[in-house]
């Protein structure tokens, strides 16, 4: 295989990773949804994760625990397979005469590479949003339909709202994510605390690799959110939010510190298994195509 294939499997399998993970973690991310843009603006009460879950298919059946699912694989089939196929292509850049990389080098290949696939992707992750964020019947008949009416009431430049917060959280996740996985990993073989680099390795540093990224990039995640749902007015100028910090100070002052941390354990019961889930395949398929694992 040459170096060009290599880098071009990685990137396919970063993709097809993420996507099977994002099956498993579509209904925590219905969840996490309407625990963001749940009492906005007020001081309310958490729904709570079993009542919120109750709440929802008794409301709109098992199904709308997967809407936007459509979109959500769209997305991690293009943001995803940039991000971490672009992870490595750029870390490589930081190895030194000893085949090592820093923590700071991590931290850098992971932010540059996640902005880089969400400022691109953004349209896909507007459309999941929005989809999700749906309680009253199907927001969108599909993908393609989503496109149209979004593009004939907002403009092409409407595709891309929320894509700063988008990409904040992107920059953030993937600085996080990978590399803490990529670190820890290799801390814990180095160590000798477990010898092989197998699937044991692979979930315990998956798990660290998903708490830290939930305590990272939840208060983002929720800017994002209500920034992408909130309704616009005839020249798509936000009604609610004039931007990421006004949504960041509006939430700060009607709800307090932890208004900034609604749906954080959805977010983190999402991030976890999508976490674990990406990194077990995204190993597997590494190791089975002879390439060497993160």
Same mark, same amino acid.
């Given at each position: 295989?040459?170096?060009?294939?290599?880098?071009?499997i990685?990137?396919l399998? *970063?993709?097809? !990773?993420?996507?099977?993970? &994002?099956?498993?973690?579509? +209904?925590? #991310?219905?969840? @996490?949804? %309407?625990? /963001?843009?749940?009492?906005?603006?007020?001081d309310s009460?958490?729904?709570?994760?079993?009542?919120?879950?109750?709440?929802i298919?008794?409301n709109?059946?098992?199904?709308a625990m997967?809407k936007?699912?459509?979109?959500?694989?769209?997305?991690?089939?293009?943001?995803?397979?940039?991000?971490?196929?672009?992870?490595?292509?750029?870390?490589?850049?930081?190895?030194?005469?000893?085949g090592?990389?820093?923590?700071?080098?991590?931290?850098?290949? *992971?932010?540059? !590479?996640?902005a880089?696939? &969400?400022?691109?992707?953004? +349209?896909? #992750?507007?459309? @999941?949003? %929005?989809? /999700?964020?749906?309680?009253?019947?199907?927001?969108?008949?599909?993908?393609?339909?989503?496109?149209?009416?979004?593009?004939?009431?907002?403009?092409?430049?409407?595709?891309?709202?929320?894509?700063?917060?988008?990409?904040?959280r992107?920059?953030?996740?993937?600085?996080?994510?990978?590399?803490?996985?990529d670190?820890?990993?290799?801390?814990?073989?180095?160590?000798?605390?477990?010898?092989?680099?197998?699937?044991?390795?692979?979930?315990?540093?998956s798990?660290f690799?998903?708490?830290?990224?939930?305590?990272t990039?939840?208060p983002? #995640?929720?800017? @994002?959110t %209500?920034?992408?749902?909130?309704?616009f007015?005839?020249n798509?100028?936000?009604?609610?939010?004039?931007?990421?910090?006004?949504?960041f100070?509006?939430?700060?002052?009607?709800?307090?510190?932890s208004?900034?941390?609604?749906?954080f354990?959805?977010?983190?019961?999402r991030?976890?298994?999508?976490?674990?889930?990406?990194?077990?395949?995204?190993?597997?398929?590494?190791?089975?195509?002879?390439?060497?694992?993160?």
């Open positions: 295989m040459t170096s060009q294939e290599s880098i071009g990685k990137f399998f *970063g993709g097809l !990773s993420c996507m099977g993970a &994002a099956v498993v973690s579509n +209904p925590v #991310d219905v969840l @996490k949804t %309407r625990f /963001q843009i749940h009492g906005e603006g007020i009460k958490s729904l709570g994760l079993v009542n919120g879950t109750i709440k298919i008794r709109e059946g098992i199904s997967y936007g699912l459509t979109p959500s694989l769209l997305r991690e089939a293009t943001y995803s397979t940039l991000r971490m196929g672009g992870y490595d292509v750029i870390k490589n850049y930081f190895i030194d005469s000893n090592k990389t820093n923590l700071l080098s991590k931290v850098t290949s *992971g932010a540059v !590479s996640g880089l696939g &969400a400022c691109i992707t953004s +349209p896909t #992750d507007l459309i @999941k949003v %929005r989809m /999700q964020a749906s309680s009253k019947g199907v927001k969108y008949n599909s993908i393609s339909s989503a496109f149209k009416e979004i593009i004939a009431k907002e403009g092409i430049k409407g595709l891309w709202k929320g894509v700063g917060p988008t990409t904040q992107a920059a953030l996740l993937t600085a996080s994510q990978i590399p803490s996985y670190h820890i990993k290799h801390m814990i073989l180095d160590h000798g605390i477990i010898q092989v680099d197998g699937l044991q390795v692979h979930i315990v540093s798990i690799a998903g708490l830290i990224a939930s305590i990039t939840s983002v #995640d929720l800017v @994002k %209500r920034i992408m749902n909130q309704p007015d005839s798509g100028v936000g009604l609610i939010y004039k931007s990421s910090f006004d949504c100070k509006k939430t700060f002052q009607n709800e307090g510190i208004g900034l941390y609604k749906g354990l959805p977010n983190w019961f991030i976890g298994p999508h976490t674990i889930v990406t990194f077990i395949l995204y190993e597997y398929l590494r190791k089975v195509s002879g390439i060497k694992p993160i």
